[in-house]
Every structure is written in C-alpha cells, then in structure tokens.
C-alpha cells in the first residue's frame, strides 16, 4: 500500500490577509480616488452655478431664531446672499467677488467690506461661517486628502476622508474629516479639527432628495463642538443647478439696490 503524505499548510496568514484587503479603503473596490470622491461630492451639492431659498434656525440654550433667504452662487468664486425673514433684517445682503467680501445693512443703508480674516466668523449670528455661505475656500484645491477608513452612517457605506491643508492654502482648519456615501457620492457628515487638532464642530447631512434634477441632502445641520446646546440647522427649500446667472447679479450696484 502507497501512503501519501499530505503537507499541513498553515492558512493563518492567507486568512490575514483576506481579512486586510476586506478591510481596505474603498478606493480599492471602486476604483475612485479621495480626490474624484471629494470632486464628484462638492460638484453634486454645488454644480457649476446654482440658485436656491433656504431657511435657516439658530439654536442655543437661551434662544432660538430663524432667518429665510435667497442665495446666488457660480463656483467658489462668486456669491450673493439677500435676507428675506425677519422684518428687521430683510434686505440686509452679503456679496463676494473673488476673495473680497462685503456686508450690506438695508436699514442704515451701510456697506461694510469685510477683510479675509472675517471668512470663518459668523454669518449673521449662526454656527455657520461666512466662509461656509460664500464658499471661498475649495476642498479639493486647498487640501490633501486620503482615505483613511469605512464607516456606516443610516444605513449607508460611506467612505471617510482625512483632509490636510497644503502649506500655501488660506485655510484655517488643521484638518477636516469627510465622510461620502457610496451608493450616490453625497456627503453624510463633516468634522472640522483646529490646528492642535480639537474637535470643533460637526456638520450632518440628513433628508435626501431630488431637487433641481438632482439628488442633494436638503438639511444641513452644524454641531458647534465647543459650546454645548448651540446649533444651527439650515433646510434647502428650493434649488437649481448650473442655471445662467447674469454678471450684474454680482456687482456693488446690485449690492446696494433697494428692492
């Protein structure tokens, strides 16, 4: 009788490394880059040019208030905000070209230019900035960005991406986390870190759906991390995308038109 001897192999390192290549990125299973995920995410919410009305609710533990406006947009590089609720502030608009930026307050018919160090204060009392509303800074030009993990948020798959700033960009954040969807490339939440690295606040996405022709998350809600109970909810009530918007729209003339 012939024996045959069969040869123990131990699968201890094949199964580590399955189990490391599951655990791989996504950029590895959908042949996308973090750059084309960020590219794709800011293009889907934002789009060549785009037009909208929106409602906006400042939240903190001794008040609540809400503010309704209108908002123009081609790019990053221009934007026109006019307020339309309250009584006390309609009419009161924000205008950027480019990097400059001014402030316009109907009742004192007083324009204001604003200089680059106010982009990331407050815009008009709300967790957002004033970078936030006029979009002048451009994650996909002014940071690096990597793939560092998965996470699942409602449900979704969603890649997280690390977001390091390049030494020449006027940015303040020393990093910001980025989480997209994979079903659909739509943002699912947002950390913005200081430069010694705190938590500072958290932007969440929620309510998807289409407008525009497009589906876009219709309720942006950011966190401040700082100081407990304050928030600030802002819900698209309307949106186009890539619409023609007229030059005009954009200029200190239009910025001081009483309507």
Not at 24 to 53: F, H, M, N, W, Y
Not at 162 to 175: M, Q, R
């Amino acid at each position: 009788m012939v024996r045959t001897r069969v040869a123990h192999v131990d699968i201890a390192p094949l199964m580590a490394l399955l189990a490391f290549v599951l655990a791989l990125p996504a950029q590895t299973t959908r042949s996308q880059t973090a750059e084309q995920i960020i590219s794709k995410a800011e293009d889907l919410v934002k789009g060549t040019s785009c037009k909208g009305s929106f409602t906006m609710t400042v939240v903190t533990p001794s008040y609540t208030r809400t503010v309704k406006m209108d908002s123009w947009w081609v790019g990053n590089e221009k934007a026109l905000i006019i307020v339309r609720y309250p009584k006390k502030e309609e009419g009161n608009k924000t205008l950027k070209i480019g990097n400059e930026l001014w402030s316009y307050l109907k009742n004192t018919e007083t324009t204001i230019k604003l200089p680059p160090s106010m982009m990331l204060q407050s815009w008009n009392g709300s967790d957002f900035t004033n970078d936030d509303l006029v979009r002048e800074s451009s994650l996909s030009k002014d940071y690096r960005q990597t793939i560092v993990r998965l996470d699942t948020v409602q449900g979704e798959r969603c890649w997280v991406i690390e977001l390091l700033p390049k030494p020449e960009a006027p940015v303040v954040w020393g990093k910001i986390l980025y989480a997209v969807r994979q079903s659909d490339n739509l943002p699912a939440w947002q950390d913005y870190f200081d430069e010694r690295g705190t938590l500072m606040r958290r932007m969440q996405f929620g309510d998807y759906r289409i407008m525009g022709g497009r589906k876009i998350p219709a309720t942006w809600a950011m966190l401040n991390m700082t100081k407990d109970g304050h928030r600030t909810e802002l819900e698209i009530n309307s949106m186009q995308f890539d619409v023609p918007i007229s030059d005009r729209m954009f200029s200190y003339r239009e910025l001081e038109k009483r309507e």
